[in-house]
């Protein structure tokens, strides 16, 4: 099974601030990575696909960068809407998501 | 509009098995698979399996082999998933979410985006 772990497990940022989310996956990937975003009491939310394409009505100041093993999920100015759960999920071989990261108000 | 909606929560025994529901409406379910990803209070995410509503085949993660068994209904447009020998360590809220595929003109391959989502079943496995 490819494992997926992301970094840090919480972080703690203001509106405003530029926040980079780690995820590193077991074995090579290429680029198959989608990133999600996850309020409370919410489904997920697909923000990004094929590491770095944005999903239909995903704000730009969220990107996504990355191959093989390492990949980064950026937000340039952090909005309050913005302070929830991210999570990286592996499609190479079945599914897999990493453990999350939670982004909590400073 | 495209959504899913699931059906309600379910209290069961250890032991017993539990079938959730997720309908479709808003476009053709035959054209997209379905996950099924569930997520224990305060935990992560944690994928179970794919079904294609138009073959019926099914793909399961290997911690779920034997024990989960996805289904579907065409002509009321509904996925099923039924989870077996319930343990407490299945008390969980359980989602279905459609599979998009997008097509890389530049590679010829295509990627995957769980893009639509249901609200959400919560699964409370207690004696």
């Known amino acids: 099974d490819i494992q997926m772990t992301q970094s840090p497990s919480t972080l703690s940022a203001s509106v405003g601030d530029r926040v980079t989310i780690t995820c590193r996956a077991s074995q090579s990937i290429s680029r198959w990575l989608a990133w999600y975003q996850q309020k409370p009491g919410e489904a997920p939310k697909l923000l990004i696909y094929?590491?770095?394409t944005l999903e239909s009505g995903v704000p730009s100041r969220f990107s996504g960068t990355g191959s093989g093993t390492e990949f980064t999920l950026t937000i340039s100015s952090l909005q309050p809407d913005d302070f929830a759960t991210y999570y990286c999920q592996q499609y190479n071989r079945d599914y897999t998501f990493g453990q999350g990261t939670k982004l909590e108000i400073k | 509009q495209v959504q899913l909606v699931q059906s309600g929560a379910e209290v069961k025994k250890p032991g017993a098995s539990v079938k959730v529901s997720c309908k479709a409406s808003?476009?053709?379910?035959?054209?997209?698979?379905i996950n099924w990803v569930r997520q224990a209070t305060g935990q992560g995410l944690e994928w179970m399996g794919w079904?294609?509503?138009?073959?019926?085949?099914?793909g399961y993660a290997q911690k779920f082999q034997g024990r989960v068994t996805m289904t579907r209904n065409t002509s009321i447009s509904t996925a099923y998933m039924e989870l077996s020998s319930l343990r407490s360590e299945d008390t969980a809220v359980y989602y279905c979410?459609?599979?998009?595929?997008?097509?890389?003109?530049?590679?010829?391959?295509?990627?995957?985006?769980?893009?639509?989502w249901g609200q959400g079943t919560t699964v409370t496995v207690s004696s």
């Open positions: 079904m294609n509503p138009n073959s019926g085949n099914t």
């Open positions: 979410a459609r599979l998009a595929k997008y097509y890389d003109i530049l590679t010829g391959y295509y990627h995957y985006g769980m893009d639509v």
């Open positions: 094929q590491t770095s």
């Open positions: 808003g476009y053709t379910f035959t054209s997209y698979d």
